[in-house]
C-alpha cells in the first residue's frame, strides 16, 4: 500500500501522537552521535521544521551518509512528543529514502547566513531558506487576501491583456513586442520599420497598467479588479522599483475620488490585518530578521518600531489626507528644505514630489499613511478628471512609511470633450484610443480607480529592504538572469 504522504504544516497543526506517518521534504541539517542522529527537515508547507530522529540501529549508516543539506528524502516513523527544545513533536523514524543527493560540496546553500545578493544569483536555492519561504507564502496570502477582498464587495476580477497597442500612462516606457526580424526589418517608403508586416499589423508593447481596459469593464459591469503582471521600461535601479511588477487595479462606476479613497484604504488595512491573522509564524520569522538587520545599523538609522507594530499602526490609523497644495506648504516650510538638506528644493508650486518629500512627510511630520490629492495637472496622466480651479486634477497617491508611494489612482475623466482637450494639450495619439473614447461618447458615467504596487506592499508587509527580495524572479535594468 502506498503510503500518504503528510505535509509538515499539517502534522504541526494536528498532531496524532503514536500513530504512523510520512513525511517528505529537504535536509536543514543532520547532527548527532553514532547512536542517535537528529535530521531538520523542511518542506515549505511552514517556516517550521520537523525533527527526524533515527536510532542508528534501525537505519544503516549507508543511507544516512546521504542525508546532507539540501538532499530530499522520505521519512516514515511514528509521531512522539519531543523532548527537545524548541518543537513539540517529532517523528522516531523507521525507514528514510533518499530521493535526491545534494553533493556537500557543491551545495552552495550552507546552514549559516547568506547575503540576499548573493542568493539573488542562486534562484532555484533561494525559495529553500526561511526568509524567501516566509516571503513567498506571505506573497500567497496577500493574493489570496485580495481576491477574497473583492470578491466579498462583489467586485469582479477582470483579465485585461498583457500585449497592449495603447501606453495607459503616456510615460512612454514601455516594452516593444514585435516578431519582426531584428537585422532587417521591412521598411515602409520613408525607411521606418514597416509595423503592418508586423504579427498584429501594428505596434504592440507589454502593457504598463490595465486601466484603460478596466475602464470599459467598470463600465459595464460596475466594480471590477485586474491583478497581474505590468512592464514598465524605466530606468529607475532603486530598492522600490521593478520593470515586471504586479498590480492591483479596481476600477469603480459611480465612484468619486472620496469613495476612491475610502475603498484604498479599506484595502491597505483588510489585507495587513489578513496578514497579522493568518501568516503569524512568518511573519515572527520577518520580525526577528528585521531586528537583527537593524541592530547592524547605526543608532540614528534604526527603525523605533518592530515589524508587528508597524503592521498594527496601519490597521489602527486614519490615514491623513491632504491635497497636494498643503503638502507643498508643508515642505516648503519644512526644516530640511530651509537648511538645504533636500536633493531636491521644494520651491515651486507645480514641482513633482521626489521620494525624499514623500518620506519626510510620512515618516517625519505625519508619521503615519498620508493621502495626498489634487495634484498639479501637469505632473499627472491623461485621464484624470480636471478640478474646477483649472490646474489641479482628481489624483490620489497613498504614501507609506518606509516606501514611499504605495498607491496612485484618481476619479477619470468622463466628460469627452475635456478628456479630447488634455489628450492634445499632452499629445496623445486620439487614433489609436477610439476604443476607449468610445465609453465617453455611449453613455460615459462618473468613475474612479487606482493602482496598488503588489511588490511595494510586499515590501512594507514583509518589512524587506529591496523589492528585489520580494519576487520570485526579480527583472530589473540588467537583470534577467533565469
Ligand atoms: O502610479 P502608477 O504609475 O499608476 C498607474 O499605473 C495607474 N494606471 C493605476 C490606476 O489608477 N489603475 O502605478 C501604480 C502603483 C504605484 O503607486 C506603485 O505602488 C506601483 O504601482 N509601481 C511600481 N512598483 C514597482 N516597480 C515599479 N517600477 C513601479 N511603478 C509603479
Ligand atoms: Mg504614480
Aim: charge should be negative; include cysteine; hydrophobic fraction near 35%.
Amino acid at each position: 500500500m502506498k503510503t500518504v504522504r503528510t505535509k509538515i504544516k499539517a502534522l504541526l497543526e494536528n498532531p496524532e501522537i503514536g500513530s504512523d506517518v510520512n513525511v517528505k521534504g529537504w535536509v536543514r541539517t543532520k547532527r548527532g552521535n553514532k547512536f542517535l542522529n537528529f535530521i531538520a527537515l523542511n518542506d515549505g508547507s511552514t517556516i517550521n521544521s520537523l525533527q527526524i530522529v533515527v536510532d542508528m540501529e534501525k537505519i544503516s549508516e549507508d543511507i544516512l551518509k546521504d542525508v546532507t543539506t539540501g538532499a530530499s528524502i522520505s521519512a516514515s516513523g511514528k509521531i512522539a512528543e519531543s523532548q527537545g527544545a524548541g518543537q513539540s513533536i517529532e517523528i522516531q523514524a523507521e525507514s528514510i529514502e533518499v530521493l535526491g543527493v545534494a553533493d556537500p560540496e557543491a551545495y552552495p546553500l550552507q546552514p549559516k547566513k547568506h547575503s540576499f545578493e548573493f542568493l539573488r544569483e542562486i534562484a532555484h536555492l533561494r525559495p529553500r531558506t526561511n526568509t524567501f519561504g516566509a516571503v513567498l507564502r506571505l506573497r500567497h496570502a496577500m493574493s489570496y487576501a485580495v481576491h477574497h477582498f473583492f470578491n466579498g464587495k462583489g467586485f469582479y476580477y477582470l483579465h485585461t491583456p498583457i500585449i497592449t497597442g495603447s501606453d495607459a500612462e503616456g510615460a512612454g516606457e514601455m516594452f516593444r513586442v514585435t516578431t519582426l526580424d531584428p537585422i532587417n526589418p521591412p521598411l515602409t517608403e520613408e525607411g521606418k520599420v514597416d509595423y503592418k508586416q508586423d504579427f498584429f499589423e501594428k505596434e504592440t508593447n507589454l502593457t504598463v497598467s490595465g486601466q484603460l481596459e478596466g475602464e470599459l469593464g467598470a463600465m459595464a459591469l460596475s466594480d471590477i479588479y485586474t491583478f497581474g503582471p505590468t512592464f514598465r521600461a524605466e530606468n529607475s535601479n532603486t530598492t522600490r522599483h521593478l520593470a515586471e511588477f504586479w498590480m492591483i487595479e479596481p476600477e469603480m462606476a459611480f465612484y468619486d475620488l472620496e469613495d476612491n479613497m475610502d475603498l484604498a484604504e479599506e484595502l491597505l488595512k483588510y489585507l495587513v490585518q489578513y496578514a497579522l491573522d493568518n501568516c503569524a509564524d512568518d511573519l515572527a520569522f520577518l520580525e526577528k530578521r528585521l531586528l537583527d538587520e537593524e541592530k547592524s545599523k547605526p543608532a540614528i538609522e534604526r527603525s523605533e518600531m518592530t515589524l508587528t507594530e508597524k503592521l498594527k499602526l496601519i490597521v489602527d490609523s486614519e490615514f491623513v489626507r491632504i491635497t497636494y497644495t498643503e503638502a507643498f506648504d508643508i515642505l516648503r516650510n519644512s526644516k530640511p528644505n530651509k537648511k538645504k538638506k533636500f536633493q531636491f528644493p521644494v520651491d515651486h508650486w507645480g514641482t513633482d514630489l521626489q521620494s525624499e518629500h514623500e518620506r519626510y512627510l510620512v515618516e517625519k511630520h505625519f508619521k503615519k499613511p498620508v493621502i495626498l490629492t489634487d495634484y498639479p495637472s501637469e505632473i499627472k496622466s491623461f485621464y484624470m478628471r480636471q478640478n474646477d480651479d483649472g490646474k489641479t486634477v482628481g489624483a490620489m497617491d497613498i504614501l507609506f512609511p518606509g516606501i514611499g508611494e504605495m498607491v496612485g489612482g484618481s476619479q477619470r475623466e468622463e466628460r469627452l470633450d475635456k478628456l479630447l482637450e488634455r489628450m492634445d494639450d499632452m499629445g496623445i495619439p486620439k487614433d489609436e484610443m477610439d476604443w476607449y473614447l468610445d465609453t465617453r461618447r455611449f453613455g460615459t458615467a462618473p468613475h474612479s480607480g487606482f493602482g496598488l504596487g503588489f511588490e511595494r506592499l510586499m515590501i512594507f508587509v514583509t518589512g524587506m529592504g529591496n523589492i528585489r527580495d520580494v519576487i520570485p524572479f526579480p527583472r530589473t535594468p540588467g537583470n534577467a538572469e533565469y
